[in-house]
């Protein structure tokens, strides 16, 4: 046993249930200090998760779990992620009736969810940890009871999740009954060949389940529905926290557990990398309301990054790393806008946004930064993480033809994504707005982690060599064979 | 710490230190900016002076920091012959935008950092040796320009002209990201360091059949960028749209880029799949020359006009770059700086017009010579450079892109020289007889002819400039020579061109050593 290396996770959980049981004994009026107080908390266990090095890997769980530089990576991603989400909860639940505690130990379990799943080298663990980001979401997605759009997204969620965590456990059964093992790779167990039919069809239903969690096609129906309709802050922390942990399996199950079916799998995967990025960027154009934009944003996102996958070398696996992190911080700075940017109950309409830099400017700054961010223009860190996922698509396609096809693909939906983000920048800055509105008071704390996202998006793009060489270094972790 | 640092450094420091500043004190931005642009002229100037004549095909006043070591990517600046002229023209064009932003009333603040921003990016862009700056440089533009021309452009078609130049110049950067991308592939990955991957194609050139591959991607990534017919229709929207001083700095400055990429990357990093291209490039230039020419004495407004000579001036230098020889391209190098001076001087003028007259169309302007005599004379000079006529910058330029496409492509070269200098007297004068003879209408009876010295400072600078190169093109030509002739070596030695021919060339220029060798 080695349960010593859980600690993060168990914190967090427990930082959710402390949160939840000091609830009980806070006045109405104070509810805000509960969360400036699990703020502080994620904080320090992020801190915290810096005394674990990047060694070899160690196994806990008689390996089930396993914590090795990805792993780490991954879990300081999430807890960066779980503070913002945090500071935007804070926020944002000043518009709820009651449940401010409920709503950020909720977020917490999400979080710790997030960082099993980075641990996770056992199907069961995978499983497990998978189920409890989902159902923590069903009540994330839907915690404005009172507002239509909010319940049905929940209950969009709620069903297509289900559907998924069906595929996911039965793609599992599916691959136990075919090996005889739940354990990934390493040592813990042997790679998985691509021997048996039963083994095929179950991997085939885990990426169909796991690739509802990053937002991939086919599985991405739910993506821009949900992102609408849910809490700002929800969406925040399905965009950049949800889809990282889906990320993080996915390298794992692909590269470490079957890499043999991801090489025989290649065309499949390139064809659905391509088919991401064409559908997320094309549906993209017409949206109005800006979360729904960023849900099917979230989509061309999933797609570019795929193609870090399909290139199945450790230099792709690195260049996800390196975006997921410049993803988040720019994705979060746009939720956050979108938490105070609008009145409660209005709709997140881009047109709305007109005269958003005389209501604030660092508001107007901060979105329109995230949005040239997001499409990949430098010197931003949205620019080297396109550049990074590019460069093992053109490296590839010297030598394979269908490669060349695919970084096409890749180009034209940048370039179509463009319009799009921009289209929320000439909204900040230079429609006429219907009707003059008062300027927005950005309280403390969401200041500062907007700042903090900013700071990210700007210093990773300018001096991108510390994250590259974390990421690299979080890449040589995996267990390629 | 090189002076090409110092001077990059400056806009940047300058943006940081004024995005702390109140928003209320307007002037205090506009004074910075011009205050910056001039410290840059001045050392820019000092550098184009200090520059080793004798040495100008290496680098000088270089400075590399490692920046991304695991990729191979350094902060790497430095002049040879060819950038030191553009880096020149570049920061003499900043200062001429810098001076124009006064018709800038709202929003001030914004402008001057995102005029800032700019003035960075266009002087990295040609003090970079290093690929992966080279490219973030120039794509520092991007943004400032969509937002430049949406908020304070002119005309109702500007939300338009603003998406249309960021997605055409966006999918231009992409395609050339692709192909720099193959190019660092080609050279084994090692290094994204200009110097040195020359170097490695010069000692051991790539494999032909994968630089026939990557060439395309370069010619179309750049000729976007540098408005090749018929990638060249978002020019003459964009900037008839534009607010001045951005129009300034893009049509002067910004839009070599594509050009000074093709001579800096393509040609001695890929030449052998270069060649095959050349003639293609040399009738797409008679496109530009020829078409967008055209499509200028059509125009009904100056502004329109005068992008679309811009635009057919581009043909010219990328006729100089086809002909693949020392003199040519050597010639489009000095057009390149030539016309950089004279998009900022007509584009300025015809801004300043506008501020009077608040429209630009051609039928309802006439007779403006006589309440604007410096701007009129100035609008003339501009307009008789732009057709090419002897003491103006232009001339030797395209004389020697002439000489030296004459030998590998005369049918083009004819073409281009009958056709396309009629046609740009026909459009250049049909502009001076419109706009500034004939009777003057009485609205404009009071305009107001750039009373203010200080307003004339940058139109007499540039036309100073382009008057000097006009007459003394000695100093440029004698830096840019030998950097033409190592790029066009490896051009030269299939055995496809003929060898160049000594030509009266020699008049205004040495004759090139391989001729004599």
Redesign the interface.
Known sequence: MNAILTMPEMAVTALALGLLVLDLWTPADRKGDLGIAAIGGLALILAGSFLFGAGAPQYAFGGMYVLDGMALFFKRLMLGVGVVALAAALEYSKRFAAGTAEYCALILLAVSGMMWAASANHWALLFVSVELMTVTFYVLVSFERTRMPSLEAGVKYLILGALASAFLVYGVALVFGGTGTLGFAGDSGPGLGTGSVLVRVGLALVLAGLGFKIGMVPCQFWAPDVYQGAPAPTAALLAAGSKAAGFALLLRVLLEAAPDWALEMRPVLMLIAGASILYGNLCAIPQRNLKRLLGYSSIAHAGYMLLGIVVLERAGAAAILFYLAGYACAVLAAFLVAALAFDPGEPEEIPALAGLHRRSPYLAAALALSMISLAGIPPLVGFFGKFLLLKGVVLAAFDSRSFGWLAGVALAGIVTSFYYYFGVVRAIYWSAPAAERPPIAVSRVAGAALGACLVGIVAAGVFPSPLLEAARLAAGALRIP | MSILTVILLLPLLALAALAAWPSRQRVMFQAVTIGITFVELVLASLAAWQFDVSAAQSFQFVQKVP?????GISFHVGVDGLSVGLVWMATLVSFAAACASWEIRERVKTFHLLLLLMNAGVLGAFASLDLFFF??FH??A??PT??MI??WGRGGQR?YA??KI??YL??GS??L??GL??V??LAG?TTFDMVELAAQARQSPFPVA?QQAVFPLLLLGFGILASLWPFHTWAPLAYGAAPTPTAMLHAGALKKFGLYGLLRVALPLVPDGARDWMSVLAWLALGNLLFCGLVAVRQKELDRLIGYSSVAHMGFIFLGIASGTALGITGAAVVMVAHGMLAALSFGLSGHLYQQTRTLELDRLGGLLRPMPFLGTALVMAMLAACGVPGFGNFPGELLVFFGSWPPRPAATAIAAAAALVVGAVYALRAVRKALHGPLPDAWQAADDLSNPWRRLPFVLLLAGLIGLGCFPGPLVDRIQPAAAAIARPLESAPAPAALIPLPAAALTRPPEEASR
């Open positions: 920046w991304i070591p695991s990729l490219y973030i794509e520092l991007l943004v969509f937002l949406g908020i939300s603003a998406f960021t997605l966006g999918l992409m395609v990201l692709l991308l193959a660092f592939f990955q994968r």
